[in-house]
């Protein structure tokens, strides 16, 4: 018979107080960080705050101060109630009230006189720093989930169980990270604490497999017995991992790369029941199990944009979000280029006609060879990219459901 | 003088009073700074924020790396255990220290907050403690030439070349000059190794000239090289070239004039507030500046000071000869060099301190002096090191106030601590019981000043932030620093001189008693009758003949000890000893 293995999710060599620690160290570093250079995000969180604090729900996604600044709210919901919780909770008013935060800091501004003040800066740069709570949590559990893993590698004779606290370490020590979040000024540790808490979860369920068996014996003598084992994961881990995912999904659309994973892993780990009969698994999609996780799924996603659809015109204010979120307007690749295919794509199509450009042959010839070329290369469309993203997406898809 | 008169020079006073004071031996580095002038502000910053780190680094923290190792030397050997981190009790040790010592907030704050160059000043100093400690000659190899493990005063040769260029860099230096003076001067009358005890003995007469003969010439090569290596770097400002003959003139008025800029007993007995005994003094009803005339302060605190400096001096003058050296063949045949850096780096923290306290114009920053040598024995003493580091902090609040350091003092507190909170305390090893001269371990009874003193400082801190003080005394808060650090320097102080009573006790220090009890008591009889004659001292300031006898009565039961004896160990009421 297969045991439940059951993995007792505090079992680890973290004690708290070690986390304690390390968390307070790197808040020191962060404050030391403050006065250090912040870039127009800044002014983009700030504009958030004000717009949360000062605008009916209604307006969140329209509001531009009059055309006088182009930054925008183009968040997704969740993420715009949690600057509404930065900016409307008894915490800032009390600083209001004491002077510690100037009014100004909250006000709408246009983008050419929103000169933050110092202690403004301290506050936004404190509420990252407290975010990165998150951070350490999401650090602190997925190693916790993965030491089930490796003590059960270690148990076949094979793995070797390196220190939890390395990985903890080492997650929240990253400088890339604390230069985006504490300099430049963005909230990803706290999206990232979210992502890991839900990795978590959903490694924790990997652990967690019930098997039912069920022997049906038969009262003829030929002593044969009709043995039926029944695989199914536990369920509730996953829904959480599915649900912490959604979150993150509603707080940050960037996170939208990472969907095809979860949804083909969840769909065959989750949603198929494995039975085995004599020597062969029958796999059956179980409908129920299928119907609870999209449920749970669609609450967690779309449970933000529920305020907003309550509105008078919910069409309008739906196509307003999705083109704030999904702005294609802006172009294929932003001002500075990240490191992608579409940078190899665009600096081929520029070098070939600069090199065009300057062969010594004659303007027939020249065209010719641009119209048949088509130098410069053409600029993919939203669904051309799409598409391209996909099929880039097909290994991970195969290996999450295997 | 070679800045002052650029034109181009637009930035501010500190710039140019910092290359006055410093930067003696980097005098091309000087020429380029000001070829550089005409940056815009944010550079100009950047440049000379990197120049402290760029120093701070190769000088500061390759003296405390050599000096971890060399402490922790030996350490390895010990298996035992390793803590979360799998670390062995070596590394842990090692880390333990190179941590404390690194991460110091004072000097953080300082030097790189502040701005000032001193950890470079503070490095040479540790490096001539090295050297000077070393009781071999280290460039030869033991394995390559027998010679190698015969006593050789090239390290302290070395070790005083590296002074001068601390004491060249920035005279604060002084305040370790003292104790390092009373170490050599004791090493010139060290015992050579290599040479059989029967020889001693047998020759004891004939040994006595060319005994006197080794010291004076030790003495003397001392002497030289200080003298050169001031030389140099002195006489360049000194030597002018006159136009129309084109000759070489030295004129000594320029070095007068260095030594008016060194020393400006002009300014008065104190600067601003200062955890100092004199500011402490200052205020009413005591008011020392008006009972003493004012040309006699120097010599008050001339006086006073030396007086403090007696006995690191004294135990740091047996320690250069080597005490106990004679006794046993082994002990003669011993190395030194291991219970020498201790020593040293406990009498430099003495002498820092017995300066800081009674010393002419001490300013704030002084008692960086005090911790950096103090730092490195974090492994002996981990409670008070750890105590001291933040009672010092604490002690410069008032000017990282003024210099809107609020914040970076709170940060690098937090780091301190929790770095410390992190790694845990190690174990000690085998050859010395725990920490026997941390005193908030050996005396129980001192167990609730640390949390006593931290309780107050937060106190002070809340009543800094929360009231403003009343406008019949506008300083009240600053001077209610500055007396409270007074107080927890003091007693710091006594703490140091007992530490190396008791460093004496635990290496074998005279050659009759050894018993370390005898020792302890010794120690703490000293500190209690230390106490009083301070107290008398300060009161009455006429009087500075009663702290040189209370160090005699330290030396009393020496002079009257019989041969030891076994006797059964008693408990003194004053400490509780731990032994396993």
């Known amino acids: 018979k297969l045991a439940m293995k059951a993995v007792n999710p505090f079992t680890s060599q973290i004690s708290p107080k070690l986390v304690c620690a390390t968390f307070l160290i790197l808040s020191s570093v962060k404050c030391l960080l403050i006065p250090t250079y912040r870039s127009t995000d800044f002014d983009v969180h700030r504009n958030w705050l004000a717009i949360t604090r000062h605008l009916p729900l209604s307006e969140w996604y329209f509001d531009d101060v009059g055309g006088t600044t182009v930054h925008t709210l183009d968040y997704p919901p969740l993420f715009a109630f949690f600057e509404w919780g930065l900016s409307n909770n008894f915490i800032t008013d009390l600083l209001l009230e004491k002077g510690w935060l100037d009014e100004r800091c909250l006000e709408l501004l246009p983008d050419n006189d929103n000169e933050p003040s110092d202690r403004c800066v301290r506050f936004q740069r404190a509420t990252v720093i407290l975010s990165d709570v998150l951070l350490f949590l999401g650090a602190y559990l997925a190693p916790v989930s993965l030491g089930g893993v490796y003590s059960a590698s270690i148990n076949n004779g094979c793995g070797r169980r390196s220190h939890p606290w390395v990985t903890v370490l080492l997650i929240v020590t990253n400088p890339g990270l604390i230069l985006l979040d504490h300099v430049h000024f963005q909230y990803n540790g706290m999206l990232l604490g979210v992502l890991l808490i839900s990795i978590s979860f959903i490694i924790w369920g990997t652990q967690l497999i019930s098997a039912k068996v069920t022997v049906n014996r038969t009262t003829d003598r030929s002593n044969s017995s009709d043995e039926a084992i029944e695989l199914r994961s536990s369920g509730l881990f996953e829904l959480l991992g599915a649900g912490a995912f959604a979150i993150l999904m509603a707080m940050k659309h960037l996170y939208l790369m990472l969907a095809p994973l979860y949804l083909f892993y969840l769909l065959r780990h989750h949603c198929f029941v494995a039975r085995r009969r004599e020597d062969y698994f029958n796999y059956s999609f179980s409908f129920g199990r299928f119907i609870v996780l999209g449920i749970v799924t669609l609450i967690c996603l779309l449970g933000a944009f529920v305020p907003f659809i309550m509105q008078n015109q919910p069409r309008v204010h739906m196509e307003q979000i999705l083109a704030r979120l999904f702005p294609f307007g802006r172009g294929l690749v932003h001002d500075y280029w990240a490191a992608n295919v579409w940078a190899l794509y665009l600096f081929t199509s520029r070098a070939a006609s600069f090199l065009l450009r300057k062969a010594p042959i004659q303007s027939g010839l020249r065209q010719k060879i641009e119209s048949y070329a088509i130098i410069p290369f053409p600029e993919p469309d939203p669904s051309t990219v799409a598409f391209c993203l996909l099929i880039g997406l097909i290994p991970c898809i195969i290996s999450a459901w295997k | ?580």
């Open chain 2, 1 to 580: 003088e070679i800045c002052k008169n650029d034109p181009t020079t637009q930035t501010a006073d500190d710039k140019t009073t910092m290359q006055r004071k410093g930067l003696r031996i980097l005098k091309e580095l000087v020429a380029l700074h000001t070829s550089r002038y005409g940056f815009e502000d944010a550079r100009g910053k950047l440049f000379m924020r990197l120049t402290v780190l760029v120093l701070d680094v190769t000088i500061y923290m390759s003296a405390v790396w050599v000096l971890a190792m060399r402490l922790t030397a030996g350490d390895d050997t010990i298996i035992a255990n390793g803590n979360i981190f799998g670390l062995s009790i070596g590394q842990h040790r090692r880390i333990w220290l190179l941590l404390t010592a690194l991460t110091q907030p004072a000097i953080i704050l300082i030097d790189h907050g502040h701005f000032q160059y001193n950890t470079t000043s503070l490095g040479l100093a540790l490096w001539s403690f090295h050297f000077m400690t070393l009781d071999v000659n280290p460039f030869l190899r033991e394995s390559d030439n027998p010679a190698a493990r015969n006593t050789s005063f090239l390290g302290p040769v070395i070790g005083s070349i590296f002074f001068s260029l601390a004491l060249n860099f920035k005279q604060m230096e002084l305040y370790h000059a003292p104790a390092v003076f009373a170490y050599l001067l004791g090493r010139c009358f060290r015992k050579k190794r290599g040479r059989s005890s029967n020889e001693n003995s047998a020759n004891n007469v004939d040994q006595q000239p060319s005994h006197i003969i080794a010291a004076v010439s030790r003495f003397i090569s001392l002497g030289v090289t200080v003298i050169l290596t001031f030389a140099i770097l002195w006489v360049p400002f000194a030597i002018t070239i006159q136009p129309p003959q084109d000759l070489l003139s030295f004129d000594i008025k320029v070095i007068y004039q260095i030594l008016r800029r060194l020393f400006p007993f002009k300014r008065g007995l104190f600067e601003g507030k200062v955890a100092n005994l004199w500011c402490t003094l200052s205020i009413r009803p005591i008011s020392i500046r008006q009972r003493i005339p004012e040309d006699v302060l120097p010599l008050t605190a001339l006086g006073l000071t030396l007086v403090f400096l007696l006995p690191p001096c004294f135990i740091l003058f047996g320690v250069g000869r080597g005490r106990g050296i004679t006794s046993t063949r082994e002990e003669h045949e011993q190395n030194h060099s291991e219970k020498d850096i201790r020593f040293l780096l406990w009498g430099n923290t003495s002498s820092a301190l017995a300066f800081f306290l009674a010393s002419f114009q001490v300013h704030e920053k002084g008692i960086l002096i005090a911790l950096a040598p103090l730092s490195l024995l974090a492994l002996d003493a981990p409670n008070f090191v750890s105590w001291f580091s933040i009672v010092a902090t604490w002690t410069l609040w008032p000017l990282l106030n003024i210099d809107r350091l609020c914040e970076a003092y709170f940060c690098c507190m937090m780091i301190f601590w929790c770095t410390k909170s992190i790694i845990g305390l190690p174990s000690s090893t085998s050859k010395q019981t725990r920490w026997e001269v941390d005193i908030f371990t050996q005396w129980r009874l001192f167990g609730f000043i640390p949390y006593l003193s931290y309780f107050t400082m937060v106190i002070l801190h809340v009543v800094d932030f929360f009231f403003s003080p009343p406008p019949n005394l506008p300083d009240l808060i600053p001077v209610l620093f500055s007396v409270w650090g007074c107080v927890m320097l003091i007693f710091s102080f006594m703490v140091t001189i007992w530490a190396m009573f008791m460093q004496t006790a635990t290496n074998g220090w005279s050659s009759t008693s050894t018993n370390p009890l005898k020792a302890q008591r010794r120690a703490n009889f000293s500190l209690v009758v230390g106490v009083l004659c301070m107290v008398y001292n300060v009161a009455f300031a006429d009087s500075f003949l009663i702290p040189s006898i209370s160090v005699g009565l330290m030396r009393l039961d020496q002079w009257s000890e019989k041969p030891a004896t076994e006797k059964p160990a008693k408990h003194s009421p004053f400490c509780s000893m731990h032994r396993n």
